[in-house]
């Protein structure tokens, strides 16, 4: 067990520092381009503050794997129940943000002739700030949850079982049910944005068709990238959510087995790697990201 929790430790030692790199190039580079010009575009305020979330959220998971994984002294119930509510909160934002982000491109880029859509196009902007309000509601009941459960395992390993047994397994369930909804309501409005997507590209392709155009304009390709950084989003997401629910149903187990841990250590696959994937993504960002590339392999040329 030693040596699979130091290599799973490792890896995800490695994630942490891609993912903060990640994340800290997306915010110093809309950084830079804010106090440059002045003022930001909506989707990059939405990007950088998801990478800023995203940094809170790695710092968090990496505390918490090494904090409870080598069971270091000073990590009680106080401070053990302050990073659960730490991660409750830089998840929220994480996947409500990225979730926001999806649908913005979705709007932004799609075109349909319903009365409907067209009022949500024009109010891009106010549908985000709406969506993020009003999934306030889901992080309060969250925490609340949350602060339960933790006081029942906290009453149950000091001995005092003043929990009722049905209690106690109604406060589990609805656990376990609380991070599933968490991560499954953003995932399926992802998923419907996706599938909009598609549908918006493939009338687009059957009218450049028609009209003889080809398919090689601007439009299909900026369907064929936002297409790309969705789908790369809900499969990363699919992950953490099976890794979510099943290190919940395992840690009423054996706190630290081989499920538990192989999972958890996948977890911050999802932060890290998307982000990467966003800057791809992003044409300000990936012209940033490989200009940084070439100059550093200039200078390291220079050293030689």
Known sequence: MTLQMNILSILVMIQ??????????????????????????????????????????????????????FNLAFYGPEIR?????????????????????SIFYFLKITNFSSLLFLHLKWRAKKVVVTIMWGTLVFLVCHIAVLSIHDKMQTDEQEGNRTWETSLGDSVKLSNVIINALVNFIPFTMSLTAFLLLIS????????????????QDPSTKVHIRAMQTVISFLLLLAIYFLAQVTSVWNSNTVQHNSVYLLCKSLAILYPSGHSFILIWGNKKLRQAFLSYLWQLRCRLKERK
Do not use: E
């Open 81 to 101: 129940h302050a990073v659960h509510i730490a991660w409750v909160v830089s998840n929220h934002f994480s996947l409500w943000l990225a979730t926001s982000l």
């Open 16 to 69: 942490f520092v891609l993912g903060n790199f990640a994340n800290g190039f997306i915010a110093l580079v809309n950084g830079i381009d804010w106090v440059k010009r002045q003022k930001l575009s909506c989707a990059d305020r939405i990007l950088t503050a998801l990478a800023v979330s995203r940094i809170g959220f790695l710092w968090v998971i990496v505390f918490n794997w090494y904090a409870s994984g």
């Open 200 to 215: 918006s590209l493939w009338k687009h392709l059957k009218k450049m068709h028609l009209s003889g155009r080809g398919f």
